[in-house]
């Protein structure tokens, strides 16, 4: 049986305005709240007039991300500086398109596997540019090519499961701050389910995409035992009916870890990204510190989420937690 949307006292304003068209404030980071989330208001105002969809703002995000990669490969001062501005508007529609969807209602799962595709797109463009780059800049990749390509493409992969998880926590912590309707949190078996119900002959497209978002989610879940545990432990004694008092407690402890979901999301990959290209005029850089700093802030959140999650079950009285 699906989840039904449960609700509380988190539960998200029904008027319009700035603040409707955010997740929540649990959730957001101090810079988007400054600068990137007025911006894409701003965007999403504009788009909702004109009647242009999330899923169009999307896809235009993907253009911009991808010439902003592009202009990333030159060695040269201005069109880096060029591929900067690219980057930071492809962003504030990444944050428009989430923005207008929340004002306008107009959600899918088909917009929700876009948007964090287009998060892949522009930084697999940037991958690309950065080593093609650096193998004819600089002297030891020039006579070393595979060097870069192997950082690259282990770079991409703790990219990829970086994004994902903290995408996964935040969507956990939505889902206790605002229910069901505030969060996008979803179930592997439910989506294999929708998935094997579809045919390939008549539903093609849809049958795909939900076949990389369903791996995508079995992905998550593996690397969270002890989330899925509590999940299926609170699933079995409250059905879809989780006390206040709980929701409100297990909130308390995982807000903390929000800044760690946001580390890994876009502000601090940029902001090293830029530096790598712009001041140290090094773009490799941005690999080692993705495999480096980022991974050490990965290993811990999932750690400590973890530990929340355990303490939490034991509390539940399962006999499970061994």
């Not at 008092?245 to 999301?265: A, H, V």
Request: glycine share 6%; charged share 20%; with cysteine.
């Amino acid at each position: 049986m699906e989840e039904k949307k449960i609700s509380g006292s988190h539960d998200a304003p029904k008027t319009g305005g700035f603040k409707a068209s955010l997740k929540s404030m649990d959730t957001e980071e101090t810079f988007d709240l400054i600068f990137y989330r007025p911006i894409g208001y701003m965007w999403a105002l504009l788009a909702k007039k004109l009647g242009v969809t999330p899923n169009a703002i999307t896809i235009a995000s993907i253009f911009l991300g991808i010439g902003a990669g592009v202009c990333f490969y030159f060695d040269n001062i201005w069109w880096n500086i060029l591929g900067v501005f690219l980057l930071v508007w492809a962003d504030s529609f990444d944050s428009a398109d989430g923005q207008l969807a929340r004002m306008t209602g107009q959600y899918s799962r088909i917009g929700r596997i876009l948007d964090g595709l287009s998060g892949d797109i522009w930084f697999a463009t940037i991958y690309v540019a950065i080593c093609l780059r650096e193998i004819v800049t600089s002297q030891f990749f020039i006579a070393h090519h595979w060097v870069i390509w192997v950082m690259a493409v282990v770079t991409g992969i703790f990219h990829a499961i970086q994004a994902a998880m903290a995408d996964y926590y935040r969507q956990f912590h939505l889902y206790f701050l605002k229910g069901r309707e505030g969060s996008e949190l979803e179930r592997a078996a439910l989506l294999w389910k929708r998935y094997h119900a579809l045919s390939w002959r008549h539903d093609f497209w849809q049958k795909f995409i939900l076949m990389f978002y369903t791996n995508y989610t079995v992905g998550q879940e593996k690397r969270t035992p002890w989330m899925q545990r509590l999940r299926n432990a609170l699933r079995a004694r409250y059905g879809d009916d989780i006390p206040t008092s709980f929701r409100e407690r297990f909130r308390e402890k995982s807000k903390p870890l929000m800044k760690y979901t946001n580390i890994l999301s876009f502000n601090t990959r940029t902001f090293a990204l830029f530096a790598a290209i712009l001041l140290f005029r090094m773009p490799w850089l941005y690999f080692a510190f993705e495999l480096t700093v980022l991974n050490v802030v990965l290993i811990y959140m999932m750690w400590r989420h973890e530990q929340i999650c355990k303490g939490f079950l034991a509390e539940l009285g399962n006999d499970d937690t061994k």
